[in-house]
T-cell receptor, first 110, second 114 residues
Framework: DAKTTQPTSMDCAEGRAANLPCNHS???????VYWYRQIHSQGPQYIIH???NNETNEMASLIITEDRKSSTLILPHATLRDTAVYYC???????????FGQGTRLTINP | EAQVTQNPRYLITVTGKKLTVTCSQN?????MSWYRQDPGLGLRQIYY???????DKGDVPEGYKVSRKEKRNFPLILESPSPNQTSLYFC?????????????FGDGTRLSIL
């Protein structure tokens, strides 16, 4: 699986948009970009995934650059409950498992 | 509510005493998997199952067994637990094992082997 690079930590004010970057410069054409988050020691929570196009769901938006070498997860109106570790995962086509890196620790401040 | 349910949530036990952690999903998912999470090592896959009666080793299968007799259940068995299996365990499931299907995780089971 392609390696991803994320900032170790980020802060965001409550009510503002949280933009979490991820670099995946070695991504291949059939690899999906997935985002999960983990709050404390709870189970990882699926947020969103995409292949080439930008995606949006009720939780977040995923912006993938045209060359697919990086992406940004956007939480449009961050709340205190969004404080968590966010994982960007690149998953090769056909691969059954998820490979979690160290993620970004996002802290939402009041 | 669609969910992956693990039991127990917490367990403290002693070396050598067989234990089973159950995992059940109500989403009719074909794929199920077990991961363990340790500080500094992230989540690592133990075993997975692409469908009923089909299981395969992940990255760290030593000391664990699994079975998949029914689609909804995927128990993790520690026949002779040892202290190095003290960890936080997660079960996950998805519609299929392919990369375009997101995996959904249970709330975790924290095992302490003394």
């Amino acid at each position: 699986d392609a390696k991803t690079t994320q900032p170790t930590s980020m802060d965001c004010a409550e009510g503002r948009a949280a933009n979490l970057p991820c670099n995946h410069s070695t991504i291949s054409g059939n690899e999906y970009v997935y985002w999960y988050r983990q709050i404390h020691s709870q189970g990882p929570q699926y947020i969103i995934h995409g292949l080439k196009n930008n995606e949006t769901n009720e939780m977040a938006s995923l912006i993938i650059t045209e060359d697919r070498k990086s992406s940004t997860l956007i939480l449009p109106h961050a709340t205190l409950r969004d404080t968590a570790v966010y994982y960007c995962i690149v998953r090769v086509g056909g691969a059954q498992k998820l490979v979690f890196g160290q993620g970004t620790r996002l802290t939402i401040n009041p | 509510e669609a969910q992956v349910t693990q039991n127990p949530r917490y367990l403290i036990t002693v070396t050598g005493k067989k234990l089973t952690v159950t995992c059940s999903q109500n989403m009719n998912h074909e794929y199920m998997s077990w991961y363990r999470q340790d500080p500094g090592l992230g989540l690592r896959q133990i075993y997975y199952s692409m469908n009923v009666e089909v299981t395969d080793k992940g990255d760290v299968p030593e000391g664990y067994k699994v079975s998949r007799k029914e689609k909804r259940n995927f128990p993790l068995i520690l026949e002779s637990p040892s202290p190095n299996q003290t960890s936080l365990y997660f079960c996950a499931s998805s519609l299929s094992g392919f990369s375009d299907q997101p995996q959904h995780f249970g709330d975790g089971t924290r095992l302490s082997i003394l």
